[in-house]
């Protein structure tokens, strides 16, 4: 007979389980949404499936994880932060070399440029749902940071289309470092205290 089990807790389906596993994954996510939980892990027959992305039409048991939104988006900003220490090092040392290097060489380096800037820029189009869902205290501010980092985005991809070392320079140094360094002051002082308040909160309740 299979099982779904939720933090360790079984699963009662009031019309019994379904059979496939994305059926199960689907109803599940239904129930979880209204209470602002998110599942995070969904290992069935051993095999999380939402890493392989595999969709197995039978299964034995499932154990799926959750946590709050809080919480995942805690751990988001957490682990992204840690990723992102050396940022603003590589590209003071970019926005210079480019000043020195053949631009035929720096173009070709662009798809370096943008996998290292890549996690930062998806960090905030990820954060931006949770700042709309929660209307948090300080979504101007994040919202400000946001169209900062946008429009220095902008220009640099500009830059590379219009072959401008001097304006690629001046942004990566200026305008993309200044917001990078505001936006990490900003997660490590208001943010990142502001969602371990509510994770503590919800766990208190």
């Known amino acids: 007979m299979p099982s779904v089990w939720v933090d360790s807790e079984e699963v009662l389906f009031k019309d019994g389980i379904p059979l496939g596993a994305a059926e199960v994954y689907d109803d599940l996510m239904r129930e979880l949404d209204p209470v602002g939980r998110i599942i995070v ?3 069935v ?10 969709n197995p039409e039978s299964f034995s048991k499932i154990e799926a994880k959750s946590q709050t939104h809080h919480e ?4 988001l900003v957490m682990e992204t932060s840690k990723h992102l220490i050396h940022l603003e090092d590589h590209m003071n040392a ?12 720096v173009f070709q380096r662009m798809d370096e440029l943008i996998a290292r800037i890549k996690p930062f820029a998806e960090l905030f189009d990820s954060l931006g749902q949770y700042v709309e869902t929660y209307n948090p205290p300080w979504k ?5 940071l946001a169209n900062e980092q946008a429009c220095a ?3 640099i991809m500009d830059s590379f289309e219009r072959g401008n070392p001097a304006a690629l320079s001046d942004t990566l140094a200026n305008h993309f470092c200044e917001n990078f360094k505001d936006s990490s002051h900003f ?10 308040d509510q994770v503590t909160a919800r766990a208190g309740r």
């Open 140 to 144: 101007e501010t994040f919202q400000n």
């Open 153 to 155: 985005l902008e220009v």
């Open 45 to 54: 027959d051993g095999i999380d499936i939402l890493r392989t992305g595999e």
């Open 41 to 43: 892990e969904f290992v």
């Open 72 to 75: 995942l988006t805690l751990r």
């Open 187 to 196: 997660f490590a002082s208001v943010m990142i205290p502001f969602l371990k």
């Open 94 to 105: 970019y926005a210079s070399n480019v000043l020195k290097t053949s631009w035929v060489e």
